[in-house]
């Protein structure tokens, strides 16, 4: 992340995109604008972008489709804004591959709270921890390195793979054998962040199943604690 992170700021409704680009701009951001799917390919083919944030009613492309075309190309951060509060449109959203999920109307400084801990969160997984070397967990022939934030799976293949997947998963990985249950894991992974709900756990943890489970229908490496929450089963080796 740079000093002055640039914000995407993908929504039709004018009134809003201003407050929102005054207010981040006014908060040592860089924001561009977009009203649609197609401005925001524009933007994104000839910016780099740290983090979009995302309207879900948009003209043409609907921003559900957008933010899973975004997380097929990328990993850039998105935090979704939507009018519609019911959990089960979270879901939805997390499912698609945000970081994030913001009902409007929003004061704009939960806003930026929200922008800063995604981007620091990202920020995190690019330098590693401060102090120590970069960390390789690998289990069952697959790679997950601490340092660059990326998993590669046991064909040496790399697999995209999103910030709170990675929190997600180094957390399994450093707590193998042991069942975490659903509040511990929102504990090591997103600290009690604002909005953090159990079952965005639930989302994330399917959403991982589907990358490194030989059958995600029938998961084996990471299994269901009935009324106690996820259990890492494979041993975990560390290498510097």
């Not at 957008?66 to 997380?71: F, T, V």
């Not at 981007?119 to 997950?144: I, K, M």
């Not at 601490?146 to 793979?161: D, M, Y």
Request: glycine share 8%; with cysteine.
């Amino acid at each position: 992340m740079t000093d002055s992170p640039h914000i995407l700021v993908v929504e039709d409704d004018q009134e809003i995109s201003r407050l929102v680009a005054r207010y981040l701009r006014a908060n040592e951001c860089r924001v561009s604008l977009a009203g649609d799917g197609r401005e925001m390919d524009r933007v994104m083919g000839t910016s780099r972008i740290d983090l979009v944030v995302l309207d879900l009613m948009l003209p043409g492309e609907d921003g559900l489709s957008l933010c899973r075309r975004l997380r097929n190309a990328s990993s850039v951060p998105v935090i979704i804004l939507s009018a519609r509060g019911e959990e089960v449109d979270r879901i939805v959203g997390l499912e698609m591959g945000a970081d994030d999920y913001l009902v409007k109307p929003f004061n704009p400084r939960e806003l930026l709270a929200r922008v800063r801990a995604v981007l620091r969160r990202s920020d995190s997984l690019l330098r590693g921890p401060a102090g120590r070397r970069p960390r390789v967990l690998s289990f069952l022939g697959w790679r997950l390195d601490c340092g660059l934030a990326k998993l590669t799976n046991p064909e040496g293949g790399a697999v995209a793979i999103t910030g709170g997947e990675f929190d997600l998963l180094q957390a399994l990985c450093e707590h193998p054998g042991r069942v975490l249950s659903r509040d511990q894991l929102l504990d090591l992974t997103q600290g009690r962040a604002a909005g953090a709900f159990e079952r965005s756990i639930d989302v994330l943890i399917s959403r991982l199943r589907r990358k490194i489970e030989p059958d995600p229908h029938h998961p084996e490496i990471i299994r269901t604690v009935r009324s106690g929450g996820y259990v890492f089963t494979p041993e975990v080796a560390v290498a510097s």
